[in-house]
């Protein structure tokens, strides 16, 4: 039940169907041992498998925690958690998507102590596990961090788990423009939201293992197919335009460059799932390919060729 003597800490859980984990990651955040009330706001982006069931069922087992959203229609991810952010009533916020987990039960008293010793930090981070669910292996990473220029080091290859942060959410809440999330249905909620944050305040990193950040055969960052990483290609570039709007001189956005990055993208992915018809189409739109790979995407039995090729130089 939530006190309002004590602290509030709401955790966001951005629901598209994993019905086979998202129990998990629900039960993970319920057995944390800390002395501070919790709410878990889940907004279902229109599931298509049973995942809305299994969250029912959840809400009637954890009714005084368990705050449940069932969107009407499917908003994107980075849309879906903006809503959510909006409706966290807590001090605190963290993340923790439907295929991650946390594995430390003392996450959020380790991170809540934290903030309160240093209130001038707006955004901490942990060390985390990764959990490759096709194999079963489990591995430690370390939270890395380019303090020198962090905001930009957020646009290009932060090293950490999402699922790790903690927000405080007032600050989260006076520099993030959550409705322009929803309006142009961000397909991304994670570093788009940093590379804003950042440039406002830094990240703190507490050096302990927090966090499980589940590696899926299939997800929005690891599509399968050219047709859904060009789809999230789409998303990505909407956001890429946000941002170059907020800082244009920082992260200018040009129409024609994006086009021929994420052609040379998507005729590379292409190769790897032996899509030739995707490879010729995108091989046409894009000046990245080396020569011998341009040639090979126009023409079908050098495209096999060339596959067959790289097959036998990555066994040997």
């Known amino acids: 039940m939530y006190m309002k003597n004590k602290t509030l800490i709401s955790v966001i859980i951005p629901s598209y169907n ?50 449940l959203f069932l969107r009407e229609q499917n908003m994107g991810l980075g849309a879906n958690w903006a809503q959510c952010v909006k409706d966290c009533r807590g001090e605190f916020i963290c993340n923790c998507d439907n295929d991650d987990y946390w594995h430390n039960p003392n996450k959020l008293q380790l991170q809540l102590d934290y903030m309160r010793a240093h209130p001038e930090c707006n955004i901490l981070i942990t060390n985390h596990r990764t959990h490759n669910r096709s194999t079963g292996e489990i591995k430690e990473c370390k939270a890395k961090i380019d303090h020198g220029d962090i905001q930009q080091s957020m646009w290009g290859n932060s090293s950490f788990c999402n699922a790790t942060i903690m927000y405080r959410a007032n600050f989260m809440k006076a520099h993030l423009d959550l409705d322009e999330f929803i ?82 993208r998507l005729c590379a992915k292409a190769f790897d799932v032996d899509d030739f018809e995707s490879a010729k189409h995108y091989g046409k739109k894009c000046n990245s390919l080396g020569k011998i790979k341009q040639i090979c995407s126009q023409n079908k039995c050098l495209f096999e060729l060339y596959r067959i090729l790289k097959r036998i130089r990555k066994n040997i």
């Open 18 to 67: 994993r019905a086979n984990t998202v129990g998990e990651t629900i039960e993970s955040i319920v057995a944390q041992k800390v002395d501070a009330d919790i709410e878990i706001v889940i907004g279902d982006d229109c599931s298509t498998d049973n995942a809305r069931e299994v969250l029912e069922q959840y809400l009637q087992k954890y009714p005084d925690i368990i705050r």
């Open 183 to 264: 309006k142009r249905r961000f397909t991304l909620q994670d570093w788009p939201a940093w590379v804003i944050l950042t440039a406002y305040t830094d990240i703190d990193v507490l050096p302990e293992s927090t966090a499980t950040f589940g590696i899926e055969t299939v997800s929005i960052t690891r599509p399968d197919s050219v047709e859904r990483l060009a789809k999230r290609y789409q998303g990505d570039k909407e956001v890429c335009r946000y941002l170059g709007e907020l800082f244009p001189e920082k992260f200018p956005f040009s129409e024609d460059e994006w086009e021929l990055y994420a052609n040379g």
